[in-house]
């Protein structure tokens, strides 16, 4: 059992009394997959699989269609190990989540005629990216979000390193709708160590960190 998942373990009152971190982490797995779904129903329709998909679907799918086909996408993508993402919990309800992927498990950004423009090769090194982000409305604004993108990045040490890309909302007026700031704000990839590339559009900013792979504790 990994140090995230037994700090999942211990009940909120053991958590209190060690004044640990107020929220723990998992990955999504098929064994999380059900606390993803119960958060994803909060969300919308969606199912975060919008950057999953190379393509979209194809014109005049209806709403509950469109529904439907995500959530059986998705759950196809979990089981066979091609979704990441960071689930964040308090006590035992799951509050918020960061998906995270390599950058062939996230393939709709190339699709972005200005991401095109500015983005440059990454020579020889694994490229990450982390495109979604959401939190359920009864816990925004106490540094959920920024509690999974640490884990996220982790995550992302723990498994090679690489350059990571994040794409976040630039524009104020954007920025203050939380239905547009799915990717997160600058702010919270600069306070990780970020640094900005260039604009994409008018709107957004593409940003970098370069991850180290994390050496194995020894035992
Ligand atoms: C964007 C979102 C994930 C932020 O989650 P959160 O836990 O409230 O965020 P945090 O408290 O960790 O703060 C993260 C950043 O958001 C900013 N933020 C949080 N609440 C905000 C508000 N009401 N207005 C403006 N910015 C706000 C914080 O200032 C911080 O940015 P900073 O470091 O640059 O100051 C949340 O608002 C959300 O889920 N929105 C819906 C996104 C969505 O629809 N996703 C679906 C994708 S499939």
């Known amino acids: 059992m990994g140090r995230q998942e037994a700090s999942f373990r211990r009940s909120a009152y053991e958590r209190l009394l060690m004044k640990q971190e107020p929220y723990s982490v998992r990955e999504l797995s098929v064994r999380t997959l059900s606390d993803f779904e119960t958060l994803a129903i909060k969300q919308g329709g969606c199912w975060c699989i919008f950057y999953q998909r190379a393509n979209p679907l194809r ?112 524009s104020p007026k954007m920025a203050a709708v939380p239905e547009w700031r799915w990717f997160g704000t600058p702010g919270m990839f600069r306070k990780e160590g970020f640094r900005t590339v260039a604009p994409l559009g008018t709107s957004g900013v593409l940003m970098r960190k370069t991850i180290p792979p994390r050496r194995a504790k020894k035992p």
């Open 59 to 170: 014109r005049g799918t209806t709403s509950e269609e469109w529904k439907r086909r995500n959530r059986l996408d998705k759950r196809a993508l979990v089981r066979s190990g091609r979704s990441h993402a960071i689930l964040v919990y308090d006590g035992r309800t799951p509050v918020g989540w960061c998906q995270y992927g390599g950058h062939e498990e996230l393939p709709r950004i190339d699709a972005r005629r200005t991401y095109r423009k500015v983005a440059l090769p990454v020579a020889g090194q694994k490229l990450w990216r982390i495109t979604c982000f959401f939190v359920d409305p009864k816990h925004r604004g106490r540094g959920v979000a920024k509690f999974a993108l640490r884990a996220a990045l982790d995550s992302i040490g723990n498994k090679g390193g690489g350059v990571v890309e994040a794409y976040p909302v630039a």
